[in-house]
């Protein structure tokens, strides 16, 4: 991995705020990016992908200007995450005793050495943020539905680099770095590229280089049922429920409990509805980050966003939620039923659906939260859907009628000529039923 030294022509690296934004989020890329600014108090800007590397160009010089790394459909919250774009790592080596002082240029070669000897792949580049470093890895964009694995990704590389400083707390999917091409305010350092631009990854072979399934233990069984079944065709436009994990199943409902919202209130949600949905919305986001802290987060951004509730409102209506998430990150279960579980919330389907009242017409429009009925008129769609295309049924109802007609023109021909039943069958290759009945009718 080249590492840029002192006096190094700087050709063709990422040098302005512009090139690291265009290099994050190419303009033909879709959703919005936020751009936020420290000065005595945080301020944030979300904008298009097309209006980013403007916007971030004209913070060129100036301190303490950051920056996304995947994108949004809103404020930067996990709730509101459109797709990600790339995984990282922050090394905050200047708190860790083996490595202060430590040149940036050399931390960003003990990185690449680090990571060759865990077998990882090395980061599209890296950043000196003035105190530390950021490595990132760009992969091909990839829905919020996949941010079980995402994470998974970011806790096997996080684990690698630990030893260098990687800061736990800089791993969720809503994280801003600094921008390059600005400066470190409280440091008095430019934030600058180590490193050229490197590969940027597909995202499943990226994800199979860090997460190979011989050394895994891969929470999103979506991928392993995909391997098993990757020859057979999806046939319907809403296939059957399928299989999840955990943390999967409870993203699926996270944005089902988003599209409920969107056709039912179209914003800020009534009273008499809020309290409920934001409790399994947040319950929902207690599965998919290890951090309490992180969900604290997202869960005031929810909140925010979704109600008029004051922060101490948030925290003392939703505090068993926290709770039961402090749990699991120390390693804690309960007992159910004789059997040591998760102490997060658990819920089945027909539980939310009954508490919510989603209506057989809204179940149309979800993933996962639905109903019996509701799974068989999609079993028999894909049903209806794979015997048309697999050649089954090769014709239409007026043509099997008309078919019909002439094979009971047929019998009657040669029923009339003399002939018996069964040979009437047999020439048909039909039953003496069938012959039976075609001469009555």
Same mark, same amino acid.
């Given at each position: /991995?080249?590492?840029?030294?002192?006096?190094?022509?700087?050709?063709?690296?990422?040098?302005?705020?512009?090139?690291?934004?265009?290099?994050?989020?190419?303009?033909?890329?879709?959703?919005?990016?936020?751009?936020?600014?420290?000065?005595?108090?945080?301020?944030?800007?979300?904008?298009?992908?097309?209006?980013?590397?403007?916007?971030?160009?004209?913070?060129?010089?100036?301190?303490?200007?950051?920056?996304?790394?995947?994108?949004?459909?809103?404020?930067?919250?996990?709730?509101?995450?459109?797709?990600?774009?790339?995984?990282?790592?922050?090394?905050?080596?200047?708190?860790?005793?083996?490595? &202060?002082?430590?040149?940036?240029?050399? /931390?960003?070669?003990?990185?690449?050495?680090?990571?060759?000897?865990?077998?990882?792949?090395?980061?599209?580049?890296?950043?000196?943020?003035?105190?530390?470093?950021?490595?990132?890895?760009?992969?091909?964009?990839?829905?919020? /539905?996949?941010?079980?694995?995402?994470?998974?990704?970011?806790?096997?590389?996080?684990?690698?680099?630990?030893?260098?400083?990687?800061?736990?707390?800089?791993?969720?999917?809503?994280?801003?770095?600094?921008?390059?091409?600005?400066?470190?305010?409280?440091?008095?350092?430019?934030?600058?590229?180590?490193?050229?631009?490197?590969?940027?990854?597909?995202?499943?072979?990226?994800?199979?280089?860090?997460?190979?399934?011989?050394?895994?233990?891969?929470?999103?069984?979506?991928?392993?049922?995909?391997?098993?079944?990757?020859? &057979?065709?999806?046939?319907?436009?809403?296939?059957?429920?399928?299989?999840?994990?955990?943390?999967?199943?409870?993203?699926?409902?996270?944005?089902?409990?988003?599209?409920?919202?969107?056709?039912?209130?179209?914003?800020?949600?009534?009273?008499?509805?809020?309290?409920?949905?934001?409790?399994?919305?947040?319950?929902?986001?207690?599965?998919?980050?290890?951090?309490?802290?992180?969900?604290?987060?997202?869960?005031?951004?929810?909140?925010?966003?979704?109600?008029?509730?004051?922060?101490?409102?948030?925290?003392?209506?939703?505090?068993?939620?926290?709770?039961?998430?402090?749990?699991?990150?120390?390693?804690?279960?309960?007992?159910?039923?004789?059997?040591?579980?998760?102490? &997060?919330?658990?819920?089945?389907?027909?539980?939310?659906?009954?508490?919510?009242?989603?209506?057989?017409?809204?179940?149309?429009?979800?993933?996962?939260?639905?109903?019996?009925?509701?799974?068989?008129?999609?079993?028999?769609?894909?049903?209806?859907?794979?015997?048309?295309?697999?050649?089954?049924?090769?014709?239409?109802?007026?043509?099997?009628?008309?078919?019909?007609?002439?094979?009971?023109?047929?019998?009657?021909? /040669?029923?009339?000529?003399?002939?018996?039943?069964?040979?009437?069958?047999?020439?048909?290759?039909?039953?003496?039923?069938?012959?039976?009945?075609?001469?009555?009718?």
């Amino acid at each position: /991995m080249p590492i840029l030294t002192d006096g190094q022509a700087q050709s063709n690296w990422i040098v302005t705020p512009e090139e690291h934004a265009q290099t994050l989020h190419p303009l033909t890329g879709t959703g919005l990016v936020t751009i936020a600014v420290y000065a005595g108090h945080w301020r944030e800007f979300h904008v298009p992908v097309p209006e980013a590397a403007k916007l971030a160009q004209a913070y060129a010089g100036q301190p303490d200007v950051y920056i996304t790394q995947n994108r949004f459909r809103g404020p930067r919250t996990i709730a509101r995450l459109w797709q990600l774009d790339a995984l990282w790592v922050d090394l905050d080596y200047y708190k860790h005793p083996d490595w &202060r002082g430590t040149p940036a240029n050399s /931390m960003a070669y003990w990185v690449h050495e680090t990571l060759l000897e865990a077998q990882l792949p090395d980061p599209t580049f890296i950043v000196a943020t003035g105190r530390g470093i950021t490595a990132v890895w760009l992969h091909t964009p990839i829905p919020r /539905m996949a941010l079980p694995r995402w994470t998974a990704c970011q806790k096997a590389l996080y684990t690698a680099l630990k030893p260098l400083g990687a800061d736990r707390a800089a791993m969720d999917a809503a994280r801003v770095f600094r921008l390059v091409g600005t400066v470190n305010g409280r440091a008095g350092q430019p934030v600058t590229a180590l490193t050229p631009v490197g590969d940027i990854w597909d995202f499943e072979n990226l994800a199979f280089e860090i997460l190979p399934l011989a050394r895994a233990e891969l929470s999103d069984l979506r991928v392993q049922r995909a391997l098993r079944q990757a020859e &057979r065709p999806r046939h319907a436009k809403n296939p059957p429920r399928t299989h999840f994990s955990t943390a999967t199943l409870w993203e699926a409902r996270l944005s089902d409990l988003q599209r409920l919202r969107e056709l039912r209130w179209w914003g800020e949600l009534p009273p008499g509805h809020r309290d409920l949905w934001l409790f399994l919305a947040i319950t929902a986001m207690s599965w998919l980050t290890e951090d309490p802290r992180i969900l604290y987060r997202e869960a005031r951004a929810l909140a925010l966003e979704v109600s008029t509730w004051p922060e101490g409102q948030m925290r003392a209506q939703m505090q068993a939620i926290f709770k039961r998430a402090q749990q699991a990150a120390q390693g804690k279960t309960i007992t159910w039923r004789g059997r040591e579980i998760d102490p &997060r919330y658990h819920f089945r389907n027909e539980t939310i659906i009954e508490w919510l009242e989603i209506t057989p017409e809204e179940q149309r429009e979800m993933r996962t939260l639905i109903g019996k009925e509701e799974i068989r008129r999609r079993h028999r769609e894909a049903e209806r859907q794979r015997t048309y295309e697999t050649g089954t049924v090769q014709q239409d109802r007026a043509t099997y009628l008309a078919q019909a007609e002439e094979r009971r023109k047929q019998a009657q021909q /040669m029923r009339a000529s003399g002939k018996k039943q069964k040979e009437i069958a047999q020439a048909l290759g039909i039953s003496q039923q069938a012959v039976s009945y075609l001469l009555k009718s």
